[in-house]
């Protein structure tokens, strides 16, 4: 038996458990509250939906900016747990903000310096998930971060639509609830993960500034080939609000619509673990190509939706495709980054999917309106196919090593 086998088949570090309860948890807090704030918006305070619009918009983008920043001074503090701290400390004591806000600036507040959390700890946490592993388990250990995170987004909306019943659809009341899950991911985080010392870096490794063209540049060729996979799969998959929009045009009623959101999660959340395992053990550019290959035929499936029943069967497939390829996208980061900019690879690496995916919600939108739901999911899978193509000629076929 390999070294690598033995590696690989052993427990994971408790610190990556603590993380991935610490992603269930706020994200079940985060889409209980997302799952009415829509709602809670436009019927409770009176804000109209391009207002909507404009404020999860710019939330979005913030949080995509800051994490390119927040990654490149996880690298020059060489403090990942404290940045991952502090982030995750911004979105929690901002929960209780939602239930309270009398006005659309509160909400925009809360929401927008929730977001600055997220892109605050996101590229800190997923660079200290690297340092806390062994090497052969790195494709676990993102598995199984993105499984509890992706439960958490299952659980989220279905403790919604319960406290709804439960509670006689009062909104704000439901919304408290959400304050719960955060402190408690919040206390787990700080508890139970440790900063392993033999990252810790001294003050001769410290660069003179916390961010430089030239190091950002110097990440190498097999990092960048990484970035250009991550940026074509952003591209051709868009925002997820746009499965609702599908959702409502194959006459699904508006109260079982979140379902669409539980199906694509339920399914990313079983499939990004045992995705996680088999990049340890497989080739990982077949493990890519599956997940192009299952992109494809969700947006086919989406293309030709005429019933709830089609539809869910393009939306689990859509979230069978996030499982293979997500926690995927950040193993090869992982490896393909020098151990000291890692913070940097990931933030420079959401910061650029995050604006493709801003620029591919514009795309899908326009040929949403010119030419219907249908046309937005044939040019997804018409991008996809040319992007499997492009993986396909020019990326090696050769499981990643880490540095």
């Known amino acids: ?24 948890f706020m994200d079940m807090s985060s889409e ?24 999860e918009g710019i939330a979005e983008a913030i949080a995509s900016i800051t994490k390119v920043f927040s990654g ?24 209780p903000f939602f239930p309270m806000a009398d006005s659309i600036v509160t909400v925009f507040t809360a929401r927008f310096t929730d977001r600055v959390g997220k892109g605050i700890r996101g590229a800190p946490r997923d660079a200290l998930i690297a340092d806390i592993v062994p090497v052969a388990q790195r494709g676990a250990a993102y598995g199984l971060r993105q499984s509890l995170d992706t439960a958490g987004a299952v659980a989220g909306p279905l403790l919604a639509i319960l406290l709804m019943l439960w509670l006689s659809d009062n909104i704000r009341l439901v919304l408290w609830f959400a304050v719960i899950p955060a402190f408690l991911a919040l206390a787990i985080l700080v508890i139970w993960v440790r900063e392993p010392d033999h990252v810790a870096r001294d003050k001769s490794a410290r660069r003179a500034m916390p961010f430089r063209k030239s190091e950002i540049m ?24 746009f499965l609702i929009l599908r959702a409502q045009s194959t006459g699904l009623t508006i109260a079982f619509v979140p379902l669409v959101m539980v199906v694509m999660s339920a399914a990313y959340a079983l499939s990004a673990y045992p995705a996680g395992l088999m990049a340890d053990v497989m ?13 494809i035929l969700a947006d086919l499936v989406l293309a030709v939706s005429s019933t709830p029943l089609i539809l ?17 996208l950040s193993t090869l980061i992982a490896d393909a980054a020098p151990a000291t900019l890692r913070g940097s690879a990931f933030g420079v690496f959401n910061f650029i999917c995050g604006i493709v995916l801003l620029a591919a919600s514009v795309l899908a939108g326009a040929l949403w309106d010119m030419s219907g739901p249908a046309a937005t999911f044939l040019a997804g899978a018409a991008i996809t196919l040319m992007g499997l193509i492009a993986l396909l000629l020019f990326a090696p076929r050769a499981t990643e090593t880490a540095s």
Do not use: C, N
């Open 283 to 295: 080739d990982r550019k077949s493990l890519m190509v599956a997940g192009f290959a299952v992109l």
């Open 32 to 55: 209980l509250i997302h799952a009415l704030l829509p709602v809670f918006l436009v019927t409770t305070l009176g804000a109209s939906v391009l207002t909507l619009g404009i404020l």
């Open 218 to 241: 110097a990440l190498g060729a097999p990092y960048w080939r990484v970035v250009a996979i991550g940026a074509i799969l952003t591209l051709a998959r868009f925002s997820e609000a």
């Open 1 to 24: 038996m390999s070294d690598k086998t033995v590696r690989t088949s052993a427990a994971l570090p408790a610190g990556i458990w603590a993380l991935g309860m610490t992603s269930f």
């Open 72 to 95: 490149v001074l996880s690298d020059w503090l060489g403090k990942r747990k404290l940045l991952t701290v502090i982030g995750y400390g911004m979105a929690a004591f901002t929960k």
């Open 312 to 328: 869910f069967a393009g939306v689990a497939l859509w979230g069978l495709h996030m499982g293979l390829t997500q926690g995927l």
